[in-house]
């Protein structure tokens, strides 16, 4: 079992490229934060469910990203897919420190868009809450869309 929290607005997709472990492909991935309960922003990680309008819009976003099963966590979450070979790209490896959203420094921001998703999305994510520093800086680094 895992634990689940309630993530809600405001939102924001965070996207980026990232390298295919599998086939060695270049492909843009997301990552999708919001606030926990009490309003600290925070990273929304295996995310089970979320609400339709937010899916649509990491969808228009990036090429491929829906819900698969993780050997490694043991559940099904919407996760990046590399769109040359269909393998998933984990939230786990994304966001470690030093990985694409795991950033450490303020430059390794500078490749990456946030995209604020307006106000029109209601509801809430269901998935993990992942807290620190790099989305810190990614608000103050990244390009803004």
């Given amino acids: 079992m895992h634990d689940e929290e309630s993530i809600g607005p405001p939102f924001h997709i965070v996207i980026g490229v990232t390298r295919c472990y599998r086939c060695g492909g270049a492909f843009e991935v997301a990552a999708i934060a919001g606030s926990d309960p009490e309003g600290h922003a925070c990273f929304s990680t295996h995310i089970e469910s979320m609400p339709e309008a937010l899916l649509d819009a990491v969808r228009a976003q990036i090429a491929v990203y829906r819900k698969v099963f ?3 966590v043991g559940h099904q979450y919407y996760a990046n897919i590399c769109p040359h070979c269909d393998a998933l790209s984990g939230d786990f490896f994304l966001h470690q420190p030093g990985e694409l959203f795991g950033v450490m420094e303020p430059e390794d921001a500078h490749g ?6 307006g106000p029109n999305v209601n509801g809430s994510i269901v998935g993990s809450a992942l807290f620190g520093s790099s989305l810190d800086l990614i608000f103050e680094a990244a390009t803004k869309a």
């Fill in 70 to 72: 993780s050997r490694s």
């Fill in 112 to 117: 990456l868009r946030v995209i604020s998703v």
